[in-house]
Each structure stands twice: as C-alpha cells, then as structure tokens.
C-alpha cells in the first residue's frame, strides 16, 4: 500500500508548538532517531487518526540558510523528492518573523498548507488576522489551529489531503522588479533538467551564492561566469551583498503581507513583559534564580516533601519489609516473589538470580523514580513555561568563559536527577560543537544515583553521611570538572573554533499545556525506567553471575551450593578474579583492592550498583550508605584517606553508567565522538584520581615513579587551562571554505 | 561608528548595515535584523551580559560582542 502512503513535512520556527501539535496528532509513537550524519533529532510517526500519513517533524529553524546542521537537513529533506506536502506552522502572535521560514518553504515547489497556531491568543489581544488573504498572497490554504486546544486539525488534514493531489506550484515573484529581473535571467541559466517547481528556489539559492544549491546544480562554466556576473551587478547597483538584497526582499513581501492581512491593536505591555522585568532584573535576577533553584531541589529532595518520602516508601516497603495498608500487611516485592520462588520449589541458584541479582538490582534503581518525578515535573514545567530560556540569558555571562553559552545550563540541572534525560536535554543547543561538549561533560554533574556513593565516601571520610558540608564538595567537584573540561577542550582541534554565537529567541512566557508538560515529564521518566528494565536489567544479571559463580577448589560452578565453601564465597567469584586482574590500572590511584576495582566496574555499569555491591564483597549484610559497619569495612579496603578520595573521585567523573552511555552514542550519532566522549570522562576520572592520590601521598612524604606522572599531568592540564587560544582555532568552517576555493 | 551593543537600555534605534560575514551575520538577518530594521534595548542581563532586544515583536537576547557587528544609528 506504499502508493496510498502520504508523507507529511512539519516545519516551523522553535517555539512555535510545533512539538505540541506533533504530539498531538501522532500521539507520540513513532521513530526518533537522528538525521543521517549530524546530531539533530528526527522525528517521524503515523498520524493517529490516518496510519496511512506518515509525519516528520523538521528541526525548528529560522530559516533555510546553509550555516547550521539544522537549516540544511530540513531543505535537503524539502528537495529530496520524499515529502508529498509541507505543513508550515506558524506562531500567529509572532507572525512578522515566522512568515520568514514561510516564504522560504513555499518557494521550494511543494504543495504547502499554512497553519495558524496560537490564532485564539492574537485575537485575545485584540489583533486581527485575515485568513482569506493571507491565503491569497501565500498561494497556499490557511488553515487556523490550536495544537494546545486540539482545535482546527482535522480541518487542517483535509487540506493536507487536497493538496496532496496538486502539484507544488511556482512559488509568486514579490520581489522588487530589478531583483526579478536577475533572478528570471538566472532562471534561464538553470539547466533543463531542474523541474519547473523547482526554478525560483534554485534560481534565489544561486543568486545568494549558497555552495550547496552550487554543487547540487553543476552549471557549465560559461553559465556559472555569466550567473557570477549578474550578481556582481545586482550588488554594485544595490549597494549591498547577495544574501542581504534576498534577506531584505523577504523581510519587503513580508511587510506587505502584514500590512495587508493585519490589523493590529495598539501595543499593550504583555504579561511576559511585566514578568520579565521582576524575573529577569538586573539587581532581582540572579537571586530570583538562585531562590527558585532552591525551591525545585528542596521540594525534590527534603526529607518531608513527597519526593524522598515517596523513594524512601519504595526502598522500604515495596523492596524492603513490607507494608501495611488499611490494615492489612503486605510482603514486599522481594518478599512475596520469594514466597512464590519458594512455593514453586525453585532451586536456590534460581532463587538467587531472581532475588539478589534482579529484584535488588532493578529495585534499586526504580527506587529512584518517585524523587526523580518530581524533580522533572518541576524542571519541565520551568523550561516549558519559558523561564529556561531566562536562566540561559541569566547564566550566559559565567557559561561563555569556559566556551560553552547559557543553553548548556539546563541539561546540566536535568542531569543532576538522571544522566540520561540530562543528555538527552542537550538537544535544544542549537551549536554542534556546543552540543558535543556539552555531551561530554554534562554528566560530571552528580545524579541521583550518585548520591548514595558520596553518602558512604562521607562516612568513611568523616564518619557520618549526613555531613551537609561535604555533599555539596562533590557538586563542586562536578561544576569545576565542567569547567575545567569546557576550558582545555575548547583549546582542542575538535572543538576549536569562534565563540559559538549566542543569539537567542525569548520565548513569552505561557502555562504550557497540562498534555504536552506531562508528555515532557514521561519522555524524562521513562528515559530512566527504560534503563532499568533493559541495561540495568542485563547488566545486573551479569554482575549477579560474576559474583556467585567462580572457581573454588578446582571447580567452577555456582559458589553458594558448594561443598565447604566459607560464607565469605565472593572472594572466589569471577568478580574477583576480574577484579584482580584489572586492579593494577588502579594502583596509582591508591585502590588496587579487588573489591575497589569490582565496585568501578559495577559503577560503569550502573552507579545504583556501588553501595550494593560494597555491601556484598565486604559481607556487610545489608549495608546500606548510612551503616557505620560498611564505613568501616569500606575505608579498610584503601590505605590512605587520599586514596578514598581518589576512590570517590574517579567514580563520581568517569563514565556515568550502561545507560548513559547508550544515550551519548544516540546523541552523537558516531562512533567516534561516542568513544572520544567516554574515554574523555574516564581519562579525566583517572588523572583527577591520580592526582589526588599522588598529591596526598607527597604530602605525606612518600614519592615514586607516579608522583612524577601526577605532576606531569597537572602541569599538562595547567598549560592546556592558561595558554592562550591557538591560532588554529580561528579557522573556522567558513575561512576554511573561502581557503579551499582560492 | 555606533554598534548595537551601545545603545543604551530603554532606547530604540535603527540598523544601519551588518558587518563581517558567514554565519552570525546570515543568521542575524534570518532573525530579521535587517538594514531599516527598528528596535529597542530592553535590558542587561544580571551580570552585564548579554542585552536583551525587542525587535519586529518578539524578544530577542544577544551578547555584546555580537552585537558589535550591527552597525546602528
């Protein structure tokens, strides 16, 4: 039925609800990936109400300009034959702007539907939008909708439908005649295999000396020279560059339209306004912030809000002891699946798997969802209301010395419930450098899954976990590890390049829709119980076989029914013997203790697994991050408090988990930047441990071979900080392009 | 030569030309910032970085050193 299918193209400007309306009609089931070869996000679903349209959400862009991964996948997706029609929509209360994008795509010769969104709200505010001729001087239907109110939709698809049967037409010719004038003699340059509908776009992308449009049309040389000269003349007699005269022809037919099609009442401060003047004041601003801040991590995190109370619940009761509800007890999760195991007379190695390496491995991990629900339904509401894109303006002055711009804040605040969303939250940096750095280091940042790490770190260093001023040491360890990777990575090939610039939109501030907020909180949450159920799930298992099989006397086999094996039967699990053998890349960092490295590669797989596995290899029964025993235990696996620290430090930098890292290859969409990204984190991790340790150690007066490399490193990493910015770093993608053209 | 970024806030002025080249100065006039175009400094950002215009309708925040490409009057 492939004939029958009908491909829908869905551009429009950021903040424009396009992601609301993509939501809605597709409810929500269908392909994201990337685009080939960068790392924008595709989106593709079946509409709900038809299976045979298939929608794909374009990239919000401004325009369909050359210079961002963005703008050239959606035109290279606009010419490449596979849409059948284009939904442009269009913010109505921003409509000077979005008519921008509009011109753009109707000259790229498909059938194009208009859709108005946010209509209700211009018309609140007194303005009038005159639809019919809108439609009349576009050359396309236009069609009002609501993507908030699920208004105007099916309206919207008839048209769709109706235009499908028709051919794109020739986009109109607005321009000022002169301009027409060489764009038409340019036209008549265009080979004869360019297609009608397709002339006027190839014709302006020539005019405006865009290499893509170059390279794809191949014009003889003759005709390339005589193209070169008429736009030669057009700039000597305009007194201005190609790319202006377009910009400024556009922004000419726009005003027109505007004033053809618009009636607008007269200015009133709006209420984004009003707000953003207490929000965003000069002296209020940065406390404002801070308070809010505050406000989000108490209510996610303080003992009596409902975000601990509801995790501790599920540690306790549902993977703990059991609960009582309206009087009646219940086992826990735990308790009734070993009754069931028990009753159906399973064998105690499938009673271990289950219980010790399932159940306690994802339990520990769904644990977390309660408080992280709560922190995304509070982040995810400031970003959709608009207030992020204040804490980027806000924070972009202290972001930008290290490379990196206001946008790179957020995804660092998501990544302090869960490292997962955190990357995936990187999405909206619109630089792909910025976005590849920001990958790569957003992650430094302690999750929640950390925090019962540093809990047991801070008992085993000043015996007692709920030391308030070592916790927020670790945050501090995390945002200078940000920093101090933003600085040297920048000065790198990889990244080197302009100050990325940071020209951003100020979205008006608006309750977002109770749908699209929570849809926003579910794509966060279930990022992480994704996790739970598929790497933790697996991995789990794998370190559950790791620790009860092994070698004891001769034979290899399940180590707890062995005959006269002593209850302390990991010391002769695979664990171990892995362990030990990966232990001496460890020994510089002052853990080269089986158990120590075990808990790291636990802790690769999954930070939840940490304390759980300490707890297991130092048969602590059921220690947990607050017990004194397992302090103990833990603390006389290192020989130095230094080396405790550096312990903690390379846990709490390496690469987060199984899960995370998935995340970064999806973001990346590359095997190489995947692999730079983790062996980035876990070579910082290494050194920052290394360092630690050797530093301690000098400082007690003991020297070897590595005080030396420590030192060699930190001198490394203060030459890579303090040098100034080398000179290949200024070549940017566009003097590169002019150099291979000369 | 007065640029952008010199306006003083609460003022409005009009753009006179965009210098430099590539991407910053496209994406600027994708914006809409245009030879012409009118606008007005809305404020600085708590730490006197970026500034915050308003400009053909929406607010839009840009940093200092980039507004010193949009030569104003």
Same mark, same amino acid.
């Given at each position: 039925?492939?004939?029958?299918?009908?491909?829908?193209?869905?551009?429009?400007?950021?903040?424009?609800?396009?992601?609301?309306?993509?939501?809605?009609?597709?409810?929500?089931?269908?392909?994201?990936?990337?685009?080939?070869?960068?790392?924008?996000?595709?989106?593709?679903?079946?509409?709900?109400?038809?299976?045979?349209?298939?929608?794909?959400?374009?990239?919000?862009?401004?325009?369909?300009?050359?210079?961002?991964?963005?703008?050239?996948?959606?035109?290279?997706?606009?010419?490449?034959?596979?849409?059948?029609?284009?939904?442009?929509?269009?913010?109505?209360?921003?409509?000077?702007?979005?008519?921008?994008?509009?011109?753009?795509?109707?000259?790229?010769?498909?059938?194009?539907?208009?859709?108005?969104?946010?209509?209700?709200?211009?018309?609140?505010?007194?303005?009038?939008?005159?639809?019919?001729?809108?439609?009349?001087?576009?050359?396309?239907?236009?069609?009002?909708?609501?993507?908030?109110?699920?208004?105007?939709?099916?309206?919207?698809?008839?048209?769709?439908?109706?235009?499908?049967?028709?051919?794109?037409?020739?986009?109109?010719?607005?321009?000022?005649?002169?301009?027409?004038?060489?764009?038409?003699?340019?036209?008549?340059?265009?080979?004869?295999?360019?297609?009608?509908?397709?002339?006027?776009?190839?014709?302006?992308?020539?005019?405006?000396?865009?290499?893509?449009?170059?390279?794809?049309?191949?014009?003889?040389?003759?005709?390339?020279?005589?193209?070169?000269?008429?736009?030669?003349?057009?700039?000597?007699?305009?007194?201005?560059?190609?790319?202006?005269?377009?910009?400024?022809?556009?922004?000419?037919?726009?005003?027109?339209?505007?004033?053809?099609?618009?009636?607008?009442?007269?200015?009133?401060?709006?209420?984004?306004?009003?707000?953003?003047?207490?929000?965003?004041?000069?002296?209020?601003?940065?406390?404002?912030?801070?308070?809010?801040?505050?406000?989000?991590?108490?209510?996610?995190?303080?003992?009596?809000?409902?975000?601990?109370?509801?995790?501790?619940?599920?540690?306790?009761?549902?993977?703990?002891?059991?609960?009582?509800?309206?009087?009646?007890?219940?086992?826990?999760?735990?308790?009734?699946?070993?009754?069931?195991?028990?009753?159906?007379?399973?064998?105690?190695?499938?009673?271990?798997?289950?219980?010790?390496?399932?159940?306690?491995?994802?339990?520990?991990?769904?644990?977390?969802?309660?408080?992280?629900?709560?922190?995304?339904?509070?982040?995810?509401?400031?970003?959709?209301?608009?207030?992020?894109?204040?804490?980027?303006?806000?924070?972009?002055?202290?972001?930008?010395?290290?490379?990196?711009?206001?946008?790179?804040?957020?995804?660092?605040?998501?990544?302090?419930?869960?490292?997962?969303?955190?990357?995936?939250?990187?999405?909206?940096?619109?630089?792909?450098?910025?976005?590849?750095?920001?990958?790569?280091?957003?992650?430094?940042?302690?999750?929640?899954?950390?925090?019962?790490?540093?809990?047991?770190?801070?008992?085993?260093?000043?015996?007692?976990?709920?030391?308030?001023?070592?916790?927020?040491?670790?945050?501090?360890?995390?945002?200078?590890?940000?920093?101090?990777?933003?600085?040297?990575?920048?000065?790198?090939?990889?990244?080197?390049?302009?100050?990325?610039?940071?020209?951003?939109?100020?979205?008006?501030?608006?309750?977002?829709?109770?749908?699209?907020?929570?849809?926003?909180?579910?794509?966060?949450?279930?990022?992480?119980?994704?996790?739970?159920?598929?790497?933790?799930?697996?991995?789990?298992?794998?370190?559950?076989?790791?620790?009860?099989?092994?070698?004891?006397?001769?034979?290899?086999?399940?180590?707890?029914?062995?005959?006269?094996?002593?209850?302390?039967?990991?010391?002769?699990?695979?664990?171990?013997?892995?362990?030990?053998?990966?232990?001496?890349?460890?020994?510089?960092?002052?853990?080269?203790?089986?158990?120590?490295?075990?808990?790291?590669?636990?802790?690769?797989?999954?930070?939840?697994?940490?304390?759980?596995?300490?707890?297991?290899?130092?048969?602590?029964?059921?220690?947990?991050?607050?017990?004194?025993?397992?302090?103990?235990?833990?603390?006389?696996?290192?020989?130095?408090?230094?080396?405790?620290?550096?312990?903690?430090?390379?846990?709490?930098?390496?690469?987060?988990?199984?899960?995370?890292?998935?995340?970064?290859?999806?973001?990346?969409?590359?095997?190489?930047?995947?692999?730079?990204?983790?062996?980035?984190?876990?070579?910082?991790?290494?050194?920052?441990?290394?360092?630690?340790?050797?530093?301690?150690?000098?400082?007690?007066?003991?020297?070897?071979?590595?005080?030396?490399?420590?030192?060699?490193?930190?001198?490394?990493?203060?030459?890579?900080?303090?040098?100034?910015?080398?000179?290949?770093?200024?070549?940017?993608?566009?003097?590169?392009?002019?150099?291979?053209?000369? | 030569?007065?640029?952008?970024?010199?306006?003083?806030?609460?003022?409005?002025?009009?753009?006179?030309? #965009?210098?430099?080249?590539?991407?910053?100065?496209?994406?600027?006039?994708? !914006?809409?910032?245009? @030879?012409?175009?009118?606008?007005? *400094?809305?404020?600085?950002?708590? #730490?006197?970085?970026?500034?915050?215009?308003?400009?053909?309708?929406?607010? !839009?925040?840009?940093? @200092?050193?980039?507004?010193?490409? *949009?030569?104003?009057?």
């Amino acid at each position: 039925m492939a004939d029958t299918e009908l491909r829908v193209a869905l551009a429009g400007n950021p903040n424009c609800g396009k992601t609301t309306l993509f939501n809605l009609i597709t409810g929500q089931n269908g392909y994201v990936g990337n685009w080939p070869g960068v790392t924008v996000e595709k989106k593709q679903a079946r509409l709900t109400s038809d299976k045979n349209v298939i929608v794909t959400d374009l990239p919000g862009i401004y325009s369909l300009s050359p210079y961002s991964p963005e703008e050239r996948v959606s035109r290279d997706y606009l010419m490449s034959g596979e849409p059948d029609v284009v939904i442009q929509l269009l913010d109505a209360t921003n409509l000077e702007r979005n008519l921008y994008l509009a011109l753009q795509v109707i000259e790229c010769g498909l059938p194009v539907v208009v859709a108005l969104n946010m209509a209700d709200l211009v018309e609140k505010n007194g303005d009038k939008i005159d639809t019919a001729a809108l439609s009349r001087r576009l050359g396309c239907p236009v069609v009002m909708v609501s993507a908030l109110k699920n208004q105007g939709i099916d309206k919207l698809f008839a048209e769709v439908k109706k235009a499908a049967s028709q051919k794109g037409k020739v986009a109109e010719h607005a321009f000022d005649s002169a301009i027409e004038g060489v764009l038409e003699k340019i036209e008549a340059l265009l080979p004869a295999s360019v297609p009608a509908e397709k002339r006027r776009y190839f014709a302006v992308k020539l005019f405006e000396r865009d290499a893509d449009a170059q390279k794809s049309i191949n014009l003889t040389k003759d005709a390339a020279t005589s193209v070169e000269a008429l736009i030669a003349q057009c700039e000597s007699d305009c007194d201005d560059d190609a790319e202006s005269i377009i910009t400024g022809e556009r922004y000419a037919v726009i005003a027109h339209i505007m004033d053809e099609c618009v009636k607008k009442a007269p200015v009133r401060m709006s209420t984004s306004e009003k707000i953003d003047r207490i929000v965003t004041n000069r002296i209020l601003g940065l406390p404002i912030f801070i308070l809010i801040m505050w406000a989000v991590y108490s209510i996610a995190t303080s003992a009596d809000a409902f975000g601990t109370a509801g995790t501790d619940w599920v540690n306790d009761n549902l993977f703990g002891e059991g609960f009582e509800l309206f009087g009646m007890a219940f086992p826990s999760i735990p308790g009734a699946i070993e009754g069931w195991l028990v009753s159906i007379g399973a064998s105690d190695l499938v009673q271990s798997l289950v219980l010790d390496g399932i159940v306690a491995g994802v339990g520990a991990v769904l644990g977390f969802i309660p408080q992280m629900f709560v922190l995304f339904v509070l982040l995810s509401f400031l970003e959709d209301c608009g207030y992020m894109a204040r804490v980027a303006f806000v924070m972009d002055r202290v972001f930008r010395r290290f490379g990196l711009s206001g946008k790179s804040f957020i995804p660092m605040l998501v990544a302090t419930g869960c490292g997962v969303p955190g990357v995936l939250a990187t999405k909206t940096i619109e630089n792909e450098k910025d976005r590849r750095m920001t990958v790569m280091t957003t992650t430094f940042i302690p999750c929640g899954a950390k925090l019962p790490i540093i809990a047991l770190l801070m008992g085993a260093l000043v015996g007692d976990a709920e030391a308030s001023w070592i916790s927020p040491l670790f945050y501090f360890l995390g945002v200078i590890a940000v920093i101090v990777s933003g600085i040297m990575l920048k000065k790198t090939r990889l990244f080197a390049g302009r100050p990325t610039p940071f020209v951003m939109e100020l979205p008006s501030y608006h309750f977002p829709s109770i749908r699209s907020w929570a849809l926003h909180v579910w794509e966060r949450v279930s990022a992480y119980i994704k996790k739970a159920f598929t790497i933790i799930f697996a991995s789990t298992v794998v370190v559950w076989f790791l620790t009860n099989f092994g070698v004891f006397e001769g034979g290899f086999g399940f180590l707890p029914a062995m005959e006269g094996i002593p209850e302390e039967f990991t010391d002769y699990s695979a664990l171990a013997m892995f362990g030990s053998m990966i232990a001496p890349i460890f020994a510089p960092l002052g853990f080269d203790s089986w158990q120590a490295t075990a808990m790291s590669i636990t802790g690769l797989v999954a930070k939840e697994n940490v304390v759980a596995t300490a707890s297991s290899l130092l048969h602590i029964a059921d220690g947990t991050e607050t017990d004194p025993n397992l302090w103990a235990a833990f603390a006389g696996m290192f020989p130095t408090v230094g080396a405790i620290a550096a312990f903690g430090a390379f846990n709490l930098l390496c690469a987060p988990c199984f899960a995370a890292m998935g995340t970064i290859r999806a973001q990346m969409n590359s095997a190489k930047w995947t692999a730079i990204a983790i062996g980035y984190e876990c070579g910082f991790a290494w050194v920052v441990g290394l360092m630690i340790n050797q530093f301690y150690l000098a400082a007690t007066g003991v020297f070897s071979f590595w005080t030396i490399v420590a030192v060699a490193c930190a001198a490394a990493m203060l030459f890579q900080l303090f040098r100034p910015m080398p000179r290949y770093a200024w070549t940017d993608e566009h003097d590169t392009a002019v150099a291979a053209t000369a | 030569m007065k640029t952008m970024g010199e306006v003083a806030i609460g003022d409005s002025a009009t753009i006179v030309k #965009l210098h430099g080249d590539g991407a910053l100065r496209r994406h600027l006039m994708d !914006l809409g910032l245009i @030879k012409g175009t009118q606008f007005r *400094v809305v404020k600085v950002a708590p #730490l006197g970085d970026p500034i915050q215009i308003s400009v053909r309708g929406y607010e !839009l925040s840009i940093r @200092k050193e980039e507004a010193a490409i *949009v030569e104003v009057q």
